[in-house]
Structures are given as C-alpha cells and as structure tokens.
C-alpha cells in the first residue's frame, strides 16, 4: 500500500488505462479511480483512455497525445494481460501499475496488485482506497458501485462475499447513484429484444449439456449490431437453466478474424480451459480467443468433458 501511494504522490501526471471492449467493472475502475485522483490530488493532471461502447455511462476519455506519457505513471485497472489493454500507449509511460482481481499472471510489469478474493476490480479499488486513506466523492462511488453491480451479475454470482456487501453499503453512504446505474443496464432497444429472441432460438447442447451459441459472420448481416452485443450481450440467455452446467458463446470478430469464446458455469472451475487457449478471468465466468470455428470445437469439447 505504502509503496502504491508513494508511486501516485511521485508522479505529476498519471494516466489510466483498462481493458478493451470494456465492461462496466473495466469503465467503473477506470473512471472511479480517475475521481478518486483528481479529488484528493488536485494538483496533478489525471487522464483516462481507451475504446468506448454501450457501457460509457459516465461520461467520455481523454484525448491526449503520445508526449503526454513522458514522465508519466500510467495505472491499469481490470486486465493483467498486454494483448487485452486499450490503447497501446501505456507502454511510452516512465512507469507501469497493474490493479486486478482477475486469476491471470501479469505479462506487463512486475508492479502488479493483485486479489482474486474480491468480486470486481471495483470492490477491489474502494478496498484500496480506504487503506490508502483517501475519500470517495458521490462521482467516484457511482462509478465504482456501477461495476460491482453489473459484475457480480447483481450480487446472483457466487464470487460475492460479506466485504461485498459492506463496500456496497459504504458506496451509498458516499452518495452512488444506484438509479442511475440501473437506469442504464435494466433496459434495452426494441432491436437488441428481436436480438435475443432469436438466439435463444439458436441454443445448441451437448451430450453432456453443454449449451453454446455459435454465431458466424451472418450475424451482422441479420442485425445492425457490434461484436460486443453478440458475444457477451448474448452469452446470459444459456443462464439459469437448470439442466445446463456449462454455457459458451463462441462469436467470429471481424476486427480480428477469430473467434471469441465466452464460458461461462454455475459450479465447475472453466477458468483452466479459458487459460488453455490464451484466455482466462474468473473460475465461472472467462473467456479465450481461437482461431476459428474447428478451434472453437475444441474448446467445446474441453468443456463437456469437465461436466
């Protein structure tokens, strides 16, 4: 902690990074942390970064040009691996710190704070900054709150704990505009409802109850949609059925030519066959990139062979 806070004293320009296609738990770090900074900092400049989506409920990035990381502590939040980071300019900065509760090995830098224990990487981030001694503003608190919520599926995944629940409640106290947040991921466009009808009728199981979505090129030509509403937008629908143990989504990305994989369980530790392929994340809920469909089958059949 002490050397954490002496790292961000140190600096007078920090720059925050998160990973790309970002999550609410990605866009809650970040932003959270960037309030945080400028709150009890005010002398130094704070900048945040990086690709924007549906998730950008709390306001824009920054644009700042590649002299702005001379000299500068760039700190990552919600992502350990390099290939995952938005904006690949973290690598001019003087100084590299990595903040996240993900199970994955930092390939980035050796200053690495890592907790698996906690449910989000914002939960992670309100931890820390208590123990840093530093307040949490009403901004900072609905940004932080915003990312606990949506990653612990509502506080339904079994990665929430007692601390879980205090931070929340110490979040309120500070002013989070819960609201606001459910305002924004409770509801959906008529198109993404027409969505989800028809994937729910593209399920596919397994001998072993396996359920997986696989969703090829055709997909955009049916739907005026983006990678990200496919591929995690639709994993949920495998969810909450009863005979299923394990669900995936494997969605072709045109940016990259491959194929994404989100795996997703309700008991079984997934995360190794994630890691497997180059991916990881949590024990029930991760994900991986292959090179095509016939790859993708391979991790099917790693999956229905854990079941």
């Known amino acids: ?6 790292k961000i004293k140190e600096y007078g320009t920090i720059i925050l990074h998160r990973h790309t296609r970002p999550d609410l738990d990605a866009i809650g770090s970040q932003f959270g942390l ?3 900074l400028k709150d009890n900092f005010k002398e130094k400049k704070i900048y945040k970064v990086g690709d924007l989506n ?6 824009d990035v920054d644009e700042i040009s590649d002299t702005t990381y001379e000299n500068a502590l760039v700190i990552v939040t919600d992502v350990a691996v390099s290939h995952l980071i938005s904006d690949e ?13 993900h199970t994955n090995d930092c390939d980035v830098t050796d200053n690495f704070i890592q907790d698996t224990s906690y449910s989000s990487c914002c939960e992670f981030i309100v931890d820390l900054a208590n123990q840093l001694g530093l307040t949490i503003n009403k901004e900072a608190a609905t940004c932080l709150a915003g990312g606990i919520i949506t990653d612990t599926g509502r ?7 007692a601390n879980t629940f205090k931070v929340m409640a110490f979040l309120i ?8 947040i459910y305002s924004k991921i409770n509801v959906e466009t008529l198109e ?3 969505m989800k009808n028809y994937f729910a009728g593209q399920i596919k199981y397994t001998n072993k109850n396996v359920a997986y979505l696989m969703n090829d090129a055709s997909v955009y030509e049916k739907f005026n949609t983006t990678f990200n509403d496919v591929s995690r937008g639709m994993v949920s629908l495998m969810a909450g059925i009863s005979e299923v143990p394990i669900w995936v989504n494997f969605t072709y990305d045109k940016e990259s030519n491959k194929v994404v994989c989100e795996i997703r369980s309700r008991d079984i530790v997934v995360v190794d066959v994630a890691k497997k392929y180059g991916g990881g994340g949590h024990k029930q809920a991760c994900g991986c990139t292959v090179e095509n469909f016939d790859e993708a089958l391979k991790v099917l059949n790693d999956l229905n062979n854990l079941v």
Do not use: P
């Not at 300019?89 to 509760?101: G, N, P, S, T, W």
């Not at 106290?173 to 606001?180: P, V």
């Open 1 to 6: 902690m002490n050397y954490l806070l002496n």
């Open 34 to 36: 960037y309030h945080i």
């Open 54 to 59: 549906r998730f950008a409920i709390f306001g």
């Open 89 to 101: 300019r973290y690598k001019l900065a003087k100084e590299v710190i990595v903040i996240d509760h």
């Open 155 to 161: 506080f339904l995944y079994n990665s929430v704990t």
């Open 173 to 180: 106290e500070r002013g989070a505009d819960t609201q606001y």
């Open 192 to 194: 993404v409802r027409k």
